[in-house]
């Protein structure tokens, strides 16, 4: 993968969508035509073309969207007949039973639109889709959506874009909060990477390639069949794109030992506003130090990243542990926050709290999982607990002894609530993650809350079915990387960051925001115990509600409301890159990093 094996495509040509159009151009020239193209209204049409055809030796060719890489649904080499479906494009939706009939000519769009009219919490996981329901009702749909095969796609997507005054929407794996990678109040196009999935491991330089539609599972998953002894840190979620994750940091159960993703980042492939595809050499180290971080979305269209593989143990132990309040939860997490970003630097737990039903009778209470993963086996893990957190009282029943890969999958299970010992393989399951309509927040901790804070806290999660915070702990390598190394900035001096959720099912904006409301009551009762000047909050859990962009020009003392929460001192750096390789702001969304005007460049 270099720059020097892409060429700048500036033009391009459009086939007219009237009929049946050939989706793949290589094929035009094809000498063999069909003897006739069937576009059938009813079953019968097509019964009678698969009699009439045997009859007289014709091959068919059946044609639903015609995206066959191969085009083998429109050309052949022999006589022969293409059966059209384009007609047939029925679909009924049976929102009681949760299923659909939906006719073979239908597009995957036109499913989703027909599903979204119907219900606001069923979705199908099929191709692109929306990964937080919360944003079907939005009015702007995208004029159109692109699913590049190459770079030379995505180099004339951004020269055109540019030329008919669209936005562009750059869409990895979806898992944007706030939907920021597919939805907009402008016109807009999707530029969306799924295709490009290829990753590339040297397990001798201990470094891979990764083009950034590939999720996170792929990756490790990839790894894993290559080196059982080398890893990467990143996250636990195995749908989530690599191009926005690792952009925006990447925690994961190996950030302790090794730091985020963005920190492993050793090369990227960018295209800039210009349509010029940059490796880190070209770009310059400004705008290398900007994106692992700072979010590719503000400075181009990231293509690829080379990470640096990190050396994992043949035996890796996790553990889940349950406690509830009556089981001194609220306890151990006190002495957890005390703890845990000293522990030994191998050793990371991440604490779930949320509502359960306690043993006695049904009775609801709150539940504390203490979710681990340990760079080594159990005989060495249990002392070490016991030194500093015996308060959890972990027995060697409740560890698992795992390969590195082993102990991804099991994350990846705890997250999405699925069985814990499966097969490595469900880490491709690009449509697992479903999290319905959600929101969600994000705050670092210096000192511990105190015990009357946490229950405070527990008391509101008792008012909603369905409410969730994450405590994930900082320190080791964490502590000991500059908060200026690269653009991600909250480094030394945090215990530990939360992740605020709030999940629901109930339709209509009534009950979004009910809800709504409740992520923000949390979030202002905290604001005691976090961190403050800033209020410090996390990219990757994007949050609109600390401050957007004008529609128009923003000028960066308007976007330093929120922009100094995600990237504190490296907010200034961040906006003076961006003048620098994006003067006219053309890559801008609600929370871009703004362009500098001369009197603030000054």
Request: net charge neutral.
């Amino acid at each position: 993968m270099h720059s020097a094996s892409y060429n700048v495509v500036r033009t391009h040509t459009t086939i007219p969508k009237v009929g049946m159009s050939i989706r793949n151009s290589r094929f035009f020239n094809r000498s063999s035509k069909p003897q006739v193209i069937v576009t059938p209204l009813d079953v019968s049409h097509i019964q009678a073309t698969i009699i009439c055809s045997q009859r007289h030796g014709l091959q068919i060719r059946t044609r639903s969207g015609g995206h066959d890489y191969e085009g083998l649904s429109y050309v052949a080499e022999v006589p022969f007949v293409i059966l059209d479906l384009f007609n047939l494009q029925q679909i009924t939706v049976d929102v009681e039973n949760r299923t659909a009939w939906v006719q073979a000519g239908a597009t995957l769009g036109e499913l989703y639109y027909t599903i979204s009219q119907k219900s606001k919490t069923l979705g199908f996981p099929a191709g692109m889709s929306i990964r937080n329901s919360r944003f079907f009702n939005r009015s702007s749909k995208p004029q159109v959506i692109v699913t590049p095969l190459d770079v030379s796609h995505i180099q004339a997507t951004i020269i055109c874009s540019q030329r008919h005054g669209l936005q562009i929407r750059t869409r990895s794996g979806g898992h944007d909060y706030e939907g920021l990678s597919y939805v907009a109040e402008v016109p807009f196009v999707i530029l969306d990477l799924f295709n490009l999935q290829q990753i590339t491991v040297d397990v001798e330089n201990r470094t891979a390639w990764v083009q950034a539609g590939a999720t996170l599972g792929e990756l490790y998953y990839t790894i894993s069949q290559k080196s059982k002894t080398l890893g990467f840190p990143a996250g636990v979620c195995a749908t989530v794109g690599t191009g926005g994750h690792f952009s925006g940091g990447g925690y994961g159960f190996l950030m302790r030992k090794y730091g985020l993703a963005a920190d492993n980042i050793i090369d990227a492939h960018i295209i800039d506003v210009n349509g010029n595809l940059l490796d880190r050499e070209a770009m310059g180290e400004d705008l290398f130090w900007a994106i692992r971080g700072g979010g590719g979305a503000s400075f181009g269209v990231i293509v690829a990243w080379k990470i640096k593989l990190v050396p994992v143990p043949s035996t890796v132990t996790v553990f889940n542990v349950a406690r509830t309040l009556e089981e001194n939860a609220t306890e151990i997490i006190q002495k957890w926050q005390l703890v845990a970003n000293k522990m030994d630097e191998r050793i990371f737990i991440r604490v779930d709290v949320k509502k359960a039903n306690s043993s006695e009778h049904g009775k609801q209470t709150i539940q504390a999982n203490f979710v681990s993963m340990f760079q080594g086996g159990v005989e060495e893990l249990i002392p070490l607990m016991q030194k500093s957190l015996p308060e959890l009282g972990l027995d060697k029943k409740d560890c698992t002894e795992t390969s590195w890969i082993g102990s991804v999958v099991f994350a990846n299970a705890v997250l999405v609530g699925s069985a814990v010992n499966e097969a490595p393989e469900v880490l491709l399951n690009r449509t697992r993650f479903r999290p319905g309509i959600n929101k969600a927040k994000s705050d670092y901790v210096r000192k511990p809350i105190p015990v009357e804070g946490l229950q405070g806290l527990w008391r509101l999660l008792y008012e909603v079915p369905d409410g969730e915070l994450q405590f994930a702990p900082y320190g080791g390598r964490m502590d000991e990387i500059s908060d200026s190394e690269i653009s991600f900035a909250h480094r030394s001096g945090y215990i530990f960051h939360i992740h605020y959720v709030i999940v629901w099912e109930e339709e209509g904006d009534e009950a979004a925001q009910r809800y709504m409301n409740w992520i923000r009551k949390v979030y202002k009762y905290m604001e005691p115990y976090v961190s403050n000047s800033p209020r410090a909050a996390y990219v990757n859990y994007r949050d609109l509600d600390i401050g957007v962009n004008n529609n128009g020009y923003t000028s960066y003392h308007q976007a330093s409301i929120w922009g100094v929460k995600y990237f504190g001192n490296n907010f200034r750096r961040l906006a003076t890159v961006k003048t620098k390789v994006d003067p006219h702001n053309f890559f801008k969304n609600e929370q871009s990093i703004p362009t500098l005007s001369a009197d603030e460049e000054n």
